[in-house]
């Protein structure tokens, strides 16, 4: 497939989903072995498929466009094979309240499922945090938080067990904490905190993933994993450390079990860190693999 950008894989068979961002493609491809056989693939309804989402019935697919900003979904078979177009929606045209005039160009990029099934997006251009409602595959927007003006919300990871909601902006490289509200029953900010204690310049934040109590950021320019420590009552996540990433524009991470894997696109290797018992990684090891963008390894 050229250039696959984002992987996921199926929540419960061997089956894993990529995107093209160059070529606007979807694809699904069953591992049988060591090899993957490619079983459905779609031209993208959006430019520059940047991102996919499962659910976690593994109904349903949804893919995040950074080029025109649109949301779309699909149907997936009981085999895992990707089916026909749900619904694709234009975020720029579907602000909540009827607004009109646009700040920036819409950049939808990612997507997360809370446990009650509900979709959560982030639009990095628009820097809008959107949550959803979705019947039979369509989407609709129930409503939008909307972060300061050039934050660039990028990546989010949910607590299933709080319920809070982390999100790491690209460009302020800061992370916003959002709870929902007794009184209104929606998400809002609660909590933003920087990642490092100041902005290194000519940086951009690129993934954020959480382990029991500790939140990691890997930050492209400066080239480290950043350590955030969450307190036990309040959720709050605070600064803790940071290390190097091993390599060059850490663009992703994953963490498993005790061991922390981290993409460097640019030096075309992943490095390796043990976890200790504060969840401070320590540098293993690198493997050479072309221009990393992604990891991932079936749940």
């Known amino acids: 497939m050229a250039s696959p950008s984002f992987l996921s894989w199926h929540p419960t068979i061997s089956v894993l989903y990529a995107v093209s961002e160059s070529e606007n493609t979807v694809a699904a491809f069953r591992r049988e072995g060591s090899r993957l056989r490619q079983i459905g693939f779609r031209r993208s309804s959006g430019s520059g498929p940047c ?3 499962i659910h976690p019935k593994g109904d349903l697919a949804v893919v995040s466009c950074w080029g025109d900003g649109t949301v779309s979904t699909y149907s997936l078979g009981s085999d895992g094979a990707l089916g026909k177009r749900c619904d694709l929606k234009p975020v720029a045209a579907l602000r909540e309240n009827g607004l009109a005039a646009e700040r920036a160009q819409s950049r939808a990029h990612h997507a997360a499922f809370q446990g009650d099934g509900r979709l959560i997006t982030t639009d990095l251009g628009l820097d809008l945090i959107l949550f959803w409602t979705k019947q039979f595959g369509r989407l609709e927007l129930e409503y939008e938080v909307s972060l300061p003006r050039g934050t660039g919300p990028r990546h989010l990871v949910v607590n299933q067990t709080s319920g809070h909601i982390y999100v790491v902006t ?7 904490m ?3 509200s007794h009184s209104t029953d929606r998400y809002e900010v609660v909590h933003v905190t920087p990642v490092f204690g100041s902005t290194p310049d000519e940086s951009s934040a690129a993934e954020i993933s959480l382990a029991g109590r500790a939140i990691y950021v890997t ?14 009552v309040t959720g709050q996540p605070s600064p803790l450390t940071s290390v190097a990433s091993g390599g060059e524009w850490p663009r992703h991470h ?3 079990g005790a061991v922390l894997y981290v993409a460097n696109e640019r030096s075309h290797d992943i490095s390796t860190f043990r976890l200790d018992s504060h ?3 320590r540098f293993q090891s690198n493997f050479s693999t072309g221009s990393p963008t ?6």
């Open 170 to 176: 690209e460009h302020s490289i800061e992370v916003y």
């Open 279 to 281: 969840g401070i990684p």
């Open 51 to 53: 991102h996919i989402a």
């Open 178 to 180: 959002l709870a929902r």
């Open 219 to 232: 930050v492209r320019g400066v080239d480290r994993v950043a350590v955030l420590l969450i307190d036990e």
């Open 254 to 256: 994953l963490v498993r």
């Open 294 to 299: 992604c990891i991932t390894t079936p749940i």
